[in-house]
């Protein structure tokens, strides 16, 4: 009975074990989940906030580590400091991955990536060029560029002494001769880790790197993990669009237009709801982007022409004025050197859709000479011209049929005009109308038709 108690006492020892087992498996299954974030385009609020939001997302995953995969042509210095910080003070081991092939790390490209617990980088990538600018794009004065260039070189530095005198040298030059370098140059350097072709392979040679996460040392285990890719939310795409000047610039003017076709036809509420939320868009993308001020006043000096255009109609002189002007403020406004990790302000869509809009204007004006010129068709105006038949003599005074109806009439030009002769409307006077006699050349409908009663 001792015997077969002590087996039952192992067995339940050994069974237990197991489950233990399991469970610890399955917590460490959990732990080495590591998370993917996809960081494409200039560095703007929208990436920032992309960043912020999936290394929160990892932290409560309990993700082994969060990989951020960097392709950007630079942007904004100060949203590139906000980056910098939350990767650093992230609790999830940051590794900061340019990739896939062909793409870079660019201007703040590289304090993004510097500021990684590991940096990577894919074959037939780059990194550096790192220069300031100022916020309209333009070369800053002695003075200020040299004050720039010693607060990024100095942050680069921070960023870079971990990894030794030629990182720091390379990041240097990056910030002072705008240096840019490739994926084996900057290895060879030790400004990154390792060169790896896709997040798997990352993943196996990255399993037993050491980084200091907020001061402790820790080892990053990513044998046998998982990826979880974590993507950007509908309205962080759109917002991410919105940074493209030929998206802003159509969707600033194609809101004033809305909004102007509303005032110019009001009766509705479609078009006028609509141009409130482009200009919405546009102004959003407008805040985001690097911009000169002074394109402003020349595009809404064009929607100004516009308006005087279809007011006071030159037969397109100020069209023309109107679409020169947009397209000058569209390249003032977005033709900063700055702009260019944003994009490119393409010249046909600005010339194209500025005569576009030129036209729809020149639509407008055509209509409002068309409704001026034209006779009115309904109420009493609408009788001046008309063709009747004398029901009774105009003596000068008498009766008239017209449209169907008996009318008092008067004659202006004659004492008598006899029963069944045709006369023309001249003038309306309340209930009374004033005619003269009318040859019967052409007999209007209402003129034929039965005058006895």
């Known amino acids: 009975m001792h015997i077969l108690l002590k087996g039952w006492k192992v067995a339940f020892l050994v069974l237990a074990l197991c489950i233990l087992g399991n ?29 912020t939001r999936g290394l929160e997302e990892a932290d409560e995953r309990n993700a082994e580590a969060a990989i951020i995969m960097l392709d950007t042509p630079g942007g904004s210095v100060s949203v590139t400091m906000d980056i910098v910080q939350t990767i650093r003070n992230s609790d999830v081991p940051v590794i900061v991955f340019v990739g896939p092939r062909g793409a870079k790390a660019a201007s703040a490209g590289l304090l993004i990536t510097l500021a990684g617990h590991a940096a990577v980088m894919a074959p037939d990538t780059a990194i550096g060029a790192s220069s300031p600018v100022g916020a309209q794009g333009e070369d800053l004065g002695e003075t200020i560029q040299q004050k720039e260039e010693q607060y990024l070189g100095a942050q680069g530095r921070s960023l870079a002494e971990r990894r030794g005198a030629d990182a720091i040298a390379l990041t240097e030059e990056a910030v002072f001769d705008a240096r840019a370098v490739t994926a084996r140059e900057a290895l060879e350097a030790n400004l990154i880790d390792l060169v790896v072709e896709n997040p798997d392979e990352l993943l196996d040679q990255i399993d037993g790197f050491k980084v200091e996460v907020n001061g402790k040392p820790r080892t990053i285990q990513t044998k046998g993990a998982s990826l979880f890719h974590i993507d950007m939310t509908l309205l962080e795409q759109i917002l991410s669009v919105l940074t493209d000047p030929n998206i802003v610039f159509v969707l600033m003017s194609l809101g004033t237009t809305l909004i102007i076709i509303e005032a110019w036809s009001p009766g509705g509420w479609a078009a006028g709801a609509a141009g409130v939320v482009c200009l919405g868009l546009a102004f959003y993308g407008i805040g985001v982007l690097p911009v000169n001020w002074l394109g402003i006043i020349f595009i809404i000096l064009a929607f100004v022409l516009f308006l005087l255009e279809v007011k006071t109609p030159t037969h397109g002189a100020l069209t023309i004025a109107a679409i020169a002007s947009l397209s000058a403020g569209a390249f003032i406004l977005f033709g900063q050197p700055q702009m260019a990790p944003f994009g490119t302000l393409s010249i046909p869509l600005v010339i194209g859709w500025s005569v576009l809009l030129g036209g729809i204007f020149f639509f407008m004006v055509m209509m409002a000479i068309r409704a001026q010129k034209r006779r009115p068709t309904t109420g009493s105006e609408g009788l001046i011209g008309e063709i009747g038949r004398v029901t009774q003599d105009l003596t000068p005074e008498g009766k008239i049929l017209i449209w169907g109806e008996r009318w008092q009439a008067e004659a202006i030009d004659e004492q008598s005009i006899p029963v069944g002769s045709d006369v023309e409307v001249v003038e309306v006077r309340g209930m009374w109308l004033r005619v003269r006699r009318k040859e019967r050349n052409l007999q209007s409908p209402s003129a034929t038709q039965d005058s006895a009663e």
């Open 23 to 51: 469970l610890s498996a399955q917590a460490q299954d959990v732990a080495h989940e590591v998370v993917v974030l996809k960081a494409g385009g200039p560095v703007a609020p929208t990436m920032a906030n992309y960043i």
